[in-house]
C-alpha cells in the first residue's frame, strides 16, 4: 500500500509540473501591445490573441473605421484611460502585479470610471451625430451611418476572461437592418466578459441592449 500510494504521490506530481508548464507557457507566449493614436487600435485588436494585454492611451478619440466596428477577440484583455507618460513606463514582460499597479494609478475624476484621460471609442464614422434634446437616437438622420455596435465581443473562458476596462463607449447605432439590432456600444457573443470602468452614452439598438447586449 506504501509503494502504491508512493506511485500516486509521484503521478500526481508529475501531473501538477505538467499544468504548472502548461499554465507558464500561455503566460509566455501573452504580448503587450500599446496604442496611441487614432488608426492604430484595429490593426492591434487584428492581431491580438488569447491572453494578450492592449494597453490604450487616453486624451484621444478613437473612431470605428466601418460599420463593422472594432472586434475583440475571445481571451484579449482591453484596458484604457492611461497618460502618455504610463503607457511609456509599461513593459513587454509586464506582469500581473505591474498591471495591477498601472490600472489603479490611472487619474480619475473621483469615480472609477471617470477617468481624467477619457478614452473614447466611436461608432460615429462621419463624426456628424446631432444629439439633441430629449433625444430619440433610432430615428436621428445622422447616424444612419454609424456602426452597428462600436464593439464586437467574443467572449472568453472561464481561465482568460475577454475584459473591456476604462473606456467611453458612443455612437452605437444597432438599427433595424444590421446584422442584430441589438447592443449598439458592445454586442458580445458566447463566453466569459468583464466589463468595468467603462461610460457607455449615446448608443441604441432596435430590439435590445442600447449600451450592451450579450448572446447567451
Known amino acids: 500500500q506504501n509503494i502504491r500510494g508512493t506511485a500516486v504521490a509521484q503521478l500526481c ?3 501538477f509540473v505538467v499544468l504548472l508548464l502548461i499554465g507558464s507557457s500561455i503566460g ?7 496604442v496611441a493614436a487614432d488608426g492604430e487600435l484595429a490593426a492591434t485588436l487584428d492581431k491580438a490573441n488569447e491572453g494578450d494585454i492592449i494597453l490604450v492611451q487616453g486624451g484621444t478619440t478613437y473612431k470605428v473605421t466601418s460599420q463593422d466596428g472594432f ?14 507618460a504610463q503607457l511609456n513606463e509599461a513593459t ?5 502585479e505591474a498591471l495591477a499597479k498601472l490600472l489603479a494609478a490611472r487619474p480619475t475624476g473621483g469615480e472609477p470610471w ?7 471609442l466611436s461608432g460615429d464614422i462621419q463624426g456628424n451625430d446631432a444629439i439633441a434634446a ?7 438622420n445622422t447616424r444612419s451611418d454609424n456602426a452597428f455596435h462600436v464593439l464586437t465581443v467574443a467572449g472568453g473562458s472561464e481561465v ?12 452605437g447605432h444597432a438599427a433595424k437592418g444590421a446584422g442584430s439590432y441589438k447592443g449598439g ?6 463566453g466569459s466578459l468583464t466589463v468595468s470602468n467603462c461610460f457607455l452614452y449615446n448608443n441604441s439598438a432596435y430590439e435590445a441592449g442600447g449600451a450592451i447586449y450579450t448572446e447567451e
Not at 509566455?28 to 500599446?34: N, S, T
Not at 472586434?71 to 502618455?84: D, I, K, M, N
Not at 456600444?185 to 458566447?190: L, P, V
Open 160 to 171: 482568460q476572461p475577454t475584459v473591456i476596462d476604462g473606456f467611453t463607449i458612443c455612437g
Open 134 to 140: 430629449p433625444v430619440d437616437l433610432l430615428s436621428g
Open 92 to 96: 513587454d514582460d509586464l506582469t500581473e
Open 28 to 34: 509566455m507566449q501573452a504580448a503587450v501591445h500599446k
Open 114 to 120: 471617470k477617468l481624467a484621460w477619457p478614452t473614447v
Open 185 to 190: 456600444g458592445i454586442y458580445a457573443t458566447n
Open 13 to 15: 506530481a508529475r501531473l
Open 71 to 84: 472586434s475583440v477577440q475571445a481571451g484579449v484583455r482591453l484596458y484604457g484611460g492611461f497618460t502618455e
